[in-house]
């Protein structure tokens, strides 16, 4: 992975922001998961075009942010970069992009509700979970991405992500439901492989991730 570091002026408060500028990743080494998450040690972090302000708590691509100073790639001696404020941790930032209506196209939406169930799946502490539980935003995410994905055309991935979604909910009768309406024959075999071992842990109440495929 290459990337640069930058530092950046936020257009709001004219704080100056640290950041990085990710030149580019690849996947070599990825694990993918049941609910489509991907990770690799040299993948592109998602979000990485958007940078939230700390100061106003305000969010923006870094493409229309102006950067005050660019370093070097591979450049060592980053005291300066390193004293300038940190942006906004990543979850933090995640929420504002899901309610700030300037983001709310569908588009931003599907992968914004897709990024939140990821990072509650994938990085959060069993504590954390129960927290966003308790106030409501896991429902409320996942409740938007179904809604979501019930709308598009190409019925394949969406229904199959949907059905993982539903499990891992604890809808296990629902996800059964749906997978029991399938002929799995119809499927390419990886999503053959997802909807048979859903529908082996929906009847196991098990409501677990679980490991598809390794690059």
Not at 153 to 174: A, C, M, S, W
Request: aromatic fraction near 10%; charged fraction near 25%; glycine fraction near 4%.
């Amino acid at each position: 992975m290459k990337i640069q570091p930058v530092i950046y002026k936020c257009p709001n408060c004219s704080s100056l922001i640290r950041g990085m500028k990710y030149l580019s990743g690849n996947t070599i080494g990825g694990v993918l998961y049941s609910d489509s998450y991907l990770e690799a040690p040299m993948n592109i972090p998602e979000g990485s075009n958007y940078l939230g302000c700390p100061q106003c708590q305000k969010v923006f691509l870094k493409n229309d942010l102006p950067m005050v100073k660019e370093y070097a790639v591979g450049d060592e001696e980053l005291t300066e970069w390193e004293q300038v404020l940190a942006p906004l941790d990543w979850f933090a930032t995640l929420k504002i992009l899901l309610e700030d209506p300037k983001f709310n196209e569908p588009s931003n939406q599907k992968k914004f509700t897709l990024w939140y169930l990821w990072y509650f799946n994938h990085k959060l502490s069993p504590l954390e979970k129960q927290n966003e539980i308790k106030n409501g935003n896991y429902k409320k995410y996942t409740d938007r991405l179904i809604d979501i994905l019930e709308q598009e055309q190409d019925g394949q991935e969406p229904l199959v992500l949907t059905i993982e979604i539903l499990r891992e909910r604890g809808d296990f009768d629902k996800a059964l439901e749906l997978i029991n309406q399938l002929d799995l024959k119809a499927f390419p075999p990886i999503f053959q492989l997802v909807l048979t071992e859903n529908k082996n842990k929906a009847l196991q109440k098990d409501p677990e991730v679980f490991l598809v495929a390794r690059n």
